[in-house]
T-cell receptor, first 115, second 106 residues
Framework: GAGVSQTPSNKVTEKGKYVELRCDPISGHTALYWYRQSLGQGPEFLIYFQGTGAADDSGLPNDRFFAVRPEGSVSTLKIQRTERGDSAVYLC?????????????FGPGTRLTVL | GIQVEQSPPDLILQEGANSTLRCNFSDSVNNLQWFHQNPWGQLINLFYIPSGTKQNGRLSATTVATERYSLLYISSSQTTDSGVYFCAATGNQFYFGTGTSLTVIP
């Protein structure tokens, strides 16, 4: 079946602009996660959805970052007033969540470059 | 939060050699996964292994939850094994290690 998909694959924007990154999880997966990966680092947790609600948004770096999942499937990560330090690969993952088992499957990522 | 440390940070192998990658975590975890990040950046699932031992072809993994570590074994390495290997642990939140960068030379 189809895996996690993310669009766009690359996004170049100018400092101060607004961007939206989209994630389509694996069909039937109730949990969805956003991570950010900088060069040479491991992915860093941003936010986790269980269904439509954000179960844990403690990884969002500041209030310029916001994410939604209005129908419990597709999610959009929104970044306002982008800064050069926001440049990174943004990864999305999804999982079933059965009896505490969380096995995450990742999309290919969106490479964001802020000029 | 949980600290996840991986060793070694870098590893260069001759094709055909075996290797062991280690992941230490600072607290008890409910879930543990190993991933291979290929040169295009895709994270590929290798093992879901919160405890015990699993094998898949030339790869195997062992997690000793009571001692807070996991090992990934790669046997008869191939050039296609090159890339970065991550372990990821979940307790109440989600934590990745900093990875082991593996280069397999022909």
């Amino acid at each position: 079946g189809a895996g996690v998909s993310q669009t766009p694959s690359n996004k170049v924007t100018e400092k101060g602009k607004y961007v939206e990154l989209r994630c389509d999880p694996i069909s039937g997966h109730t949990a969805l996660y956003w991570y950010r990966q900088s060069l040479g680092q491991g992915p860093e947790f941003l936010i986790y959805f269980q269904g439509t609600g954000a179960a844990d948004d403690s990884g969002l770096p500041n209030d310029r970052f916001f994410a939604v999942r209005p129908e419990g499937s597709v999610s959009t990560l929104k970044i306002q007033r982008t800064e050069r330090g926001d440049s990174a690969v943004y990864l999305c993952a999804s999982s079933l969540q059965t009896s505490g088992r969380i096995e995450q499957f990742f999309g290919p990522g969106t490479r964001l470059t802020v000029l | 939060g949980i600290q996840v440390e991986q060793s070694p940070p870098d590893l260069i192998l001759q094709e055909g050699a075996n290797s062991t990658l280690r992941c230490n975590f600072s607290d008890s975890v409910n879930n543990l996964q190993w991933f291979h990040q290929n040169p295009w950046g895709q994270l590929i699932n290798l093992f879901y292994i919160p405890s015990g031992t699993k094998q898949n072809g030339r790869l195997s993994a062992t997690t000793v939850a009571t001692e807070r570590y996991s090992l990934l074994y790669i046997s008869s390495s191939q050039t296609t094994d090159s890339g970065v290997y991550f372990c990821a642990a979940t307790g109440n939140q989600f934590y990745f290690g900093t990875g082991t960068s593996l280069t397999v030379i022909p």
